[in-house]
């Protein structure tokens, strides 16, 4: 037999997805029995499928590897309730910008046998939705339904092209029983005609405009966000960072690391709040969804500003404006790299007299005294005994290999946590990128999974440390992801911070009534405190079947002893849960309170 399913998993495999993340149902005989015949006629030429009791972790897998290597994945689900079953994942590739195809069965929609597939129980009827795909498609590049097998290849191909093209992001592909078990006859089509729409760069008069505009700047700003998914465009920025001197680079944290905080220009990560914002004369926005929040900082007047990006309108966000005397629609590598050629072709002299000189002194000067600052926080608290974020990411940052990957989930931490790990190599800080929280759980695991196949093997690729708090670690399934783990032998290093509760409501509260009624209470009367603690590195041990290595730290001797074991367990192919105690007291960066940390 060669059916539409067998169809379906081939024009995966010859479009370049290695993977499908599944969590099969009633709608999927024909999908069961293509991956059975798949797996015993073809097992090197056929996607590998990894079995993922929930949902929203199938999907956060597929976007972790997605997103790590810029290869499109697929995930499968069931029905209606498979497809609300992704959940916040969802948003979460989306934002993104995780290429992967969804594909969900529908209820068969013949009753009397009409066909093979038909309907044959209960549950068929009453998963029989008006239109199932709404459920996700505002979330989706492309949304469509396999309704005869003969040209299931096309669609699946034709989706994986939106998915594939900037911006990027998840496509939802649907089809019933009977579509998916028509015999067909087999076909092969020619992927060289199928790729995704490609972006350019600046035109003649876009790039005068622009390099003009940051060489006659005092002050220069580049906010950037999500351009270090092309870990090229990393080298891009770094390049015109030191072609204009003086410039300075933001990260707001959107996705993956996007500038080197080796990097004199490096002003480390802020969600859209930062003294620079303030005083730039020039900003140019490079890839960047939300460069600052109007209601706490935002430049000054008179300040020009640029945006380059892959969809400078924000075309999924009802409410965006900024004002930008010009806004490209251009790849940020090939518009950087346009910029910085152009500038030192063009404008040699002008950018080689000494002004520009002592701009790059100070700017020296300036990153060597942020990184002692940095530095400064990473003590423990007066009585030797606790420790705060910045202590415990340092410690975590000492002891895991210098290529670590790491994949943060920490909300409000996440900025003290980016200063301490103060990555410097493309694609080793993977950040969620939306607001679904759990997304880290599947993603560190997809990371891992991607690294390690890169690498030729289970444990052979890269060391992937995921940096979790508290509350969103609950949000991940943590039931299902280390079961997955273990499963399937992918060994991650999971450092939860501990602050008893969630910190983000809080801290959205006092920015709206600094000085209401909330204000004056405890976490426990605002009902977002975890008192009692879960024992959370237990519960990834009980969900391992007692393999993974678990551990809790509350003081800074516990954290010293513990932490070696935990890379250590790591590294023998173990996955680790750290639960990590905070205390200490509220530090200060830049303009606001960065995080609660105690």
């Known amino acids: 037999m060669y059916t539409a399913s067998f169809a379906f998993f081939e024009a995966l495999w ?57 290869k499109p994945q697929c995930v499968i689900v069931h029905v209606d309730v498979g497809t609300q079953g992704l959940g916040a994942a ?14 969900a069965g529908l209820s068969p929609y013949t009753i009397e046998g009409e066909y093979r597939g038909s309907r ?38 034709r989706a994986l092209s939106f998915a594939m093209s900037e911006p990027r992001g998840p496509v939802y592909l649907m089809g019933a029983r009977e579509a998916m078990e028509e015999d067909i006859e087999p076909y092969e089509l020619d992927q060289a005609v199928w790729g995704p729409a490609e972006l350019g760069g600046l ?42 001197k003086g410039l300075r680079v933001l990260d707001t944290g959107g996705s993956d690391m996007c500038f080197p905080a080796n990097h004199p220009a490096w002003l480390g990560l802020r969600y859209g709040v930062d003294e620079a914002i303030k005083t730039a004369d020039v900003i140019l926005l490079v890839d960047v969804d939300v460069p600052w929040i109007p209601t706490q900082c935002k430049p000054k007047p008179g300040a020009k500003v640029i945006h380059i990006d892959v969809d400078p309108l924000k075309q999924q966000m009802p409410v965006f404006y900024i004002n930008a005397l010009a806004r490209y629609r251009a790849d940020a590598e090939t518009a950087l790299t346009q910029i910085a050629g152009h500038i030192k072709a063009t404008m040699h002299d002008r950018i080689s007299t000494e002004a520009f000189t002592n701009r790059w002194t100070k700017l020296q000067e ?7 600052h940095i530095a400064s926080l990473a003590h423990p608290s007066e009585s030797g005994k606790s420790f705060n974020t910045s202590h415990l990411l340092s410690h975590v940052r000492a002891a895991c290999p210098p290529d670590t990957i790491f994949a943060i989930e920490a909300v409000t931490n996440t900025a003290l946590v980016a200063d301490q790990i103060q990555a410097t190599l493309p694609g080793t800080w993977i950040n969620c990128g939306g607001g679904g929280l759990g997304w880290s759980g599947g993603g560190a695991l997809g990371i891992k999974l991607a690294t390690d196949d890169a690498g030729g093997g289970s444990g052979k690729g890269k060391f992937v440390c995921q940096v979790v708090g508290d509350g969103t670690f609950l949000f991940s399934v943590p039931g299902s992801v280390y079961w997955i783990a273990q499963r399937y032998g992918i060994a991650v290093l999971v450092i939860v911070l501990n602050n008893q509760g969630w910190n983000a409501p809080r801290k959205s509260l006092e920015l709206v009534h600094p000085t209401g009624l909330g204000s004056k209470v405890d976490n426990r009367a605002l009902n977002i405190s975890f008192d009692p603690t879960p024992d959370y590195s237990g519960i990834a041990r009980a969900a391992s079947g007692n393999t993974c290595w678990a551990g809790k730290a509350e003081t800074v001797e516990e954290l010293a002893r513990l932490l070696p074991e935990a890379v250590e367990a790591v590294k023998g192919g173990r996955c680790a849960v750290l639960d990590a105690r905070l205390g200490g007291k509220e530090v200060k960066i830049g303009d606001g309170k960065a995080a609660l940390v105690g």
């Not at 008069?205 to 622009?210: G, M, N, P």
């Open 14 to 70: 010859d479009a370049g997805v290695t993977h499908c993340f599944v969590n099969l149902g009633s709608d999927h005989p024909s999908i069961i029995e293509a991956i059975v015949k798949g797996q015993t006629e073809k097992p090197h030429a056929f996607p590998r499928i990894i079995t993922c009791p929930n949902e929203m972790v199938a999907l956060s897998m597929a976007d972790g590897y997605a997103r790590l290597t810029n």
């Open 203 to 244: 035109t003649a008069k876009q790039l005068d405009f622009v390099a003009e505009t940051l060489v006659g700047a005092e002050e220069p700003l580049v906010i950037t966000g999500y351009s270090g998914r092309n870990h090229k465009a990393v080298e891009a920025l770094v390049e015109l960072a030191n072609t204009v």
């Open 90 to 103: 969802v948003h979460n590739a989306s934002c993104g910008r995780a290429p992967v195809l969804i594909f």
């Open 366 to 372: 300036a990153h060597k005294k942020k990184i002692e």
């Open 120 to 157: 044959t129980e209960y549950i068929h009827w009453i998963q029989d939705v008006p239109d199932q795909k709404q459920i996700v498609a505002q979330y989706c590049r492309y949304s469509g339904e396999i309704k005869r097998g003969r040209n299931v290849k096309q669609l699946v191909n």
